[in-house]
C-alpha cells in the first residue's frame, strides 16, 4: 500500500472514531495468536489519557535486549516516522520483525480515544527471561507527536501479575511544529487538504526529544497563541500522557 493511500485511509478512519468514542466500551480487546501449550502470553493495556488527543493504533513489541525503537538525541527510523507523522504502524512493526531481538510484534488496528482503554494480547516462544516491551501510538491531533516505552523489562513477570508505566510524549524532530492546515492528519485539521500524513523530508533538527506541546489558537488577545493553528485548547497536552499496564497470563 503506498503512502498516499494510506494517508487517505487514516484520514477516511477518523470520522468513525469520532462518531463511536460515546459508543465505545472501556476496554476492547484483540489478540495477535492463540496461546500454545509452551507460549507465553502477555497483555497489554493502554490507556489515553488525555482530553482531546485520540491515539493512533498502537504498535506492541516484544523482544530481546539488543533492540532500541528510539533514543533522545538520535535521528527517527523511517518506521517511526511515519508512525509519528501518519499514526500508520506498518513500517514500525516491519522493522522490529526484521530485527534479530525480535520475538513477537503486533500491529493494532484501533484508534483510542480520550479516556478509553484499549487491550492487546500476544504469545509467543521464550525460553529464558530476556523479555522486554515496546510499543508507540501517535498523538493524531499533532504534527508528529507520539508516546511509548522502549526496552521495558518484563521477563520476571509470573503468571497473574502486573506492571505499570506512565507514558512521556516525544516529537520524533522530523516535521516541523506548524499546527497549520493540511499537516495534521487527525480530526482536528478539517481543512479537506490531501497533503497531511507522513512526508519523507525531515526538517533540521531531525533528532527524537522530549515534547514541548501544542501552542493552538490560544485565547484571543492572549501571548500564547498560533493564528496559523487549527488546532485549540482542548487539544494542547501534558506528561503523562498514557497508562501502561502489562500482564502475565501464562
Known amino acids: 500500500m503506498n503512502h498516499t493511500l494510506k494517508k487517505s485511509l487514516l484520514v477516511t478512519l477518523f470520522p468513525a472514531l469520532i462518531v463511536g468514542l460515546s459508543g465505545c466500551s472501556d476496554n476492547d480487546s484483540s489478540s495477535n495468536s492463540a496461546p500454545g501449550n509452551n507460549n507465553i502470553e502477555f497483555e497489554v493495556s493502554v490507556t489515553n489519557l488525555s482530553a482531546n488527543q485520540p491515539f493512533s493504533p498502537i504498535a506492541v513489541i516484544y523482544h530481546k535486549d539488543g533492540y532500541s525503537a528510539w533514543s533522545i538525541g538520535d535521528e527517527a527510523s523511517s518506521g517511526l516516522e511515519e508512525l509519528a507523522e501518519s ?82 510524549i516525544y516529537d520524533a524532530g522530523t516535521e516541523f511544529n506548524s499546527e497549520e492546515a493540511g499537516t495534521i492528519p487527525g480530526p482536528a485539521d478539517s481543512s479537506g487538504i490531501e497533503d497531511r500524513g507522513f512526508n519523507p523530508e525531515r526538517e533540521v ?31 494542547r497536552f501534558d506528561a503523562p500522557i498514557a497508562k501502561i499496564v502489562v500482564t502475565r497470563v501464562n
Open 205 to 235: 533538527s531531525n533528532i527524537v526529544t522530549r515534547h514541548p506541546g501544542v501552542v493552538s489558537q490560544g485565547v484571543d488577545g492572549g501571548f500564547d497563541e498560533n493564528p496559523d493553528s487549527v488546532l485549540d485548547e482542548s487539544h
Open 87 to 168: 499514526g500508520m504502524n506498518e513500517a514500525f512493526v516491519t522493522e522490529a520483525e526484521n530485527h534479530d531481538a525480535h520475538l513477537a510484534a503486533i500491529g493494532d488496528d484501533e484508534f483510542i480515544g480520550p479516556g478509553q482503554t484499549h487491550t492487546i494480547s500476544a504469545s509467543f516462544a521464550n525460553d529464558d527471561a530476556d523479555i522486554e516491551l515496546t510499543f508507540a501510538t501517535m498523538l493524531v491531533n499533532t504534527n508528529d507527536a507520539f508516546t511509548g516505552l522502549s526496552g521495558w523489562h518484563i521477563g520476571e513477570l509470573q503468571v497473574g501479575e502486573s506492571l505499570t508505566r506512565l507514558a512521556p
